[in-house]
């Protein structure tokens, strides 16, 4: 009598051995690849040399194009001179002056142009006669040039802070507005229904329900906004001009060409470049990776 009650229990036991290798077989294919696997040293090289080797390889083709003479000196610099203008914005300390006038400038209007742009994004998104009458009219400001904005920023503000602030508002809400809307489109429909009959309300629907499940696109979209906002930047002080405005990296870049110094013209977009790169890899890049790393999704590096 006891032999059968032993049979049972050790298939009992067999089963559950079975049903735990199962769920530990799904729930290793569910985890993440550990990208942190391997040598530290190994990592670093992986992640540093690509971007250096890309740079020296640049450097070189263009120290080559130089030195072949297939344009005049006035028309394309040598590296070294275009180094020199930089090293002397770094001696002197007015590279700082440059980068705090423009960067301080971006990210208040960003900051603004997020404010704006959020609850403009949401009521597109879940009011229909709002995306009907406002939505074309935002997407038609995203493709408008912020640059054609300058003049009449000029006209309506005069030569200060208000019309480079314009410009930036006018580049950036567009782009925000419509990756927040992007996004939320992209949310499953259950979702809302799910958290609307366990009580959420209105407000808490958007806050812990909608906006969570849109903030991948949403990120995109304040990708985009900032890039938007930094060439609106740009482009007004390159145009609006004058002496109660400071000097920004677009007002640098003006005097360039104002001084027909293409080593200094090469050296202001260089800076403006390096801005652009450094906001995306020190701000972005991180924020993005620990959202897609939260989602199960560890393809970004």
Sequence with gaps: MPQPESTGLQDRAADDQYAGSVRAGLDALDTPVNSAQGSLLRRIVGKVLPPIAAIVLLVLVWQLLWAAAFWPEFKLPAPVDVWSQIWQLVTTGKILELFWVSVHRAVIGFAISLLIAVPLGLAIANITVVRRGIGPLVSGLQSLPSVAWVPAAILWFGLNDRAIYWVVLLGAVPS????????????????????????????????????????????????????????????????????????????????????????MVFAGVLLIFVVGVGIELLVFRPLENSVLRARGLTRAS
């Excluded at 959420?200 to 696109?217: Q, T």
């Design 176 to 263: 925000i507005a419509n990756g927040l809307v992007s996004g939320l489109d992209q949310v499953p429909p259950i979702l809302p229904r799910v958290g609307k009959a366990l009580g959420a309300g209105r407000l808490g629907g958007i806050r812990y329900i909608l906006l969570p499940a849109a903030l991948p696109g949403f990120l995109g979209g304040l990708k985009q906004g900032w890039a938007f906002s930094w060439r609106s930047l740009m482009a007004a002080e390159l145009i609006a001009t004058s002496p109660d405005l400071g000097e920004g990296l677009g007002q640098y870049l003006h005097n360039g060409m104002s001084l027909s110094d293409i080593s």
